[in-house]
């Protein structure tokens, strides 16, 4: 074993023989184009609603779901799409997530909710994953959208106008803390902070 | 002259074809029968957030706001998430009825009664619409006011 990778170090150790150092310097730029190009093209093609719903766990549920929501259907045709809410848009919290979506593939392997029954069995526990992570982060994903800076309270509706001043002026409540379930339906609720 | 009396009642919805059409194209529009006529297009609900009177004392109170989207199930009952006991105080919203804690053998329980739990059930939103047919209803106090004023008075 020790033999085999003093093998390998010596072979990457030692200045390359029959390629020039152009050749190399250049041909690595390329290939450092290519890969990381490629790296970023099939990431983002991982983010779009289009790769979401190629599952039929998310076509069938969370998305049919989806579509009768003000972030799907609404007057000014502005809508939301899975990454949108889901996926962080910077880049290293984006690496993260994806990162950690890996045991959703698992999950898709196992089929952990290939079924309605399963799904709503574990809808609870896959709800409180995504209101912890808005929590964290400050609902940071509402955020990219609904910019607090540009609000403007006098616009909404009465009640909506005083309760953002209330709780988001202040900070002592940030958009997942009222605005759970807006875009998916809720599951039992039950002992969750807020709902009966 | 009965018979002719009775045929004449026979005949008339037909004879008389143009009266009974308009009589029912109030509601429906002037679309013939068979087709469908253009659906009126879909008013603004109400969301000022101010409490309407009620037209008598028992009527369940009109919801001032939009309900878009409110979950009303086994899961969850998004209406509870401000108008619940506990929940008042965060959003000043008026707590829901006691009688809403009520079983239906008089028993008072620690939160509101499965028979009240589905909300508009009897509390709906109210939109910004035209009423399609006229209403006469007069309110209890309009109708004895006179004679509540004179007694006030006395």
Redesign the interface.
């Known amino acids: 074993m020790g033999a085999r990778l003093q093998a390998y170090w010596r072979v990457l150790n030692r200045p390359s023989a029959h390629f020039s150092l152009g050749f190399l310097t250049v041909g690595g730029f390329v290939a450092g184009i290519i890969f990381w190009g490629g790296f970023n093209t099939a990431l983002e093609l991982t983010n779009t609603e289009t790769f979401c719903i190629s599952c039929h766990e998310m076509r069938d549920n969370v998305y049919a779901e989806l579509q009768?929501?003000?972030h799907f259907s609404n007057r000014s045709g502005v809508r939301a799409t899975c990454p949108d809410c889901h996926v962080p848009h910077e880049w290293t919290n984006k690496i993260a997530r994806k990162t950690q979506a890996s045991k959703e593939l698992w999950g898709k392997i196992f089929r952990t909710i290939d079924t309605p029954e399963k799904f709503a069995a574990k809808r609870r526990e896959l709800a409180e994953h995504e209101w912890a992570r808005l929590k964290a982060n400050d609902s940071l994903e509402c955020r990219n959208c609904h910019d607090f800076a540009f609000m403007d309270f006098t616009q909404q509706?009465?009640?909506a106008g005083?309760?953002h001043e209330r709780?988001v002026t202040t900070r002592e409540k940030t958009c997942i803390d009222?605005h759970k379930?807006?875009a998916h339906?809720?599951?039992?609720?039950s002992g969750v902070p807020?709902?009966? | 002259m009965r018979a002719f009396a009775l045929a004449f009642a026979l005949a008339l919805p037909f004879s008389g074809g143009a009266l009974a059409q308009d009589s029912v194209a109030t509601l429906r529009g002037a679309a013939p029968l068979a087709e469908q006529g253009e659906a009126p297009s879909m008013t603004k609900i109400n969301?000022?957030?101010i409490r309407p009177p009620r037209n008598y004392p028992e009527q369940p109170p009109t919801i001032p706001?939009?309900i878009?989207?409110y979950?009303i199930d086994?899961?969850?009952?998004?209406c509870?998430?401000c108008h619940?006991r506990r929940?008042v105080e965060?959003?000043?919203?008026p707590m829901v009825s006691i009688t809403h804690f009520m079983s239906r053998d008089g028993q008072f329980l620690a939160?509101?009664s499965p028979r009240r739990y589905f909300c508009t059930q009897c509390h709906v939103p109210q939109h910004l619409a035209k009423p399609l047919v006229a209403n006469d209803f007069v309110d209890m106090d309009d109708l004895v006011g006179k004679g509540a004023d004179r007694r006030g008075r006395r």
């Open positions: 009768g929501t003000i509706s009465p009640r005083k309760a709780f009222c379930g807006i339906t809720l599951p039992d609720m807020g709902w009966q | 969301n000022t957030d706001h939009s878009r989207d979950q086994t899961s969850a009952n998004k509870m998430s619940s929940a965060d959003s000043q919203a939160t509101i």
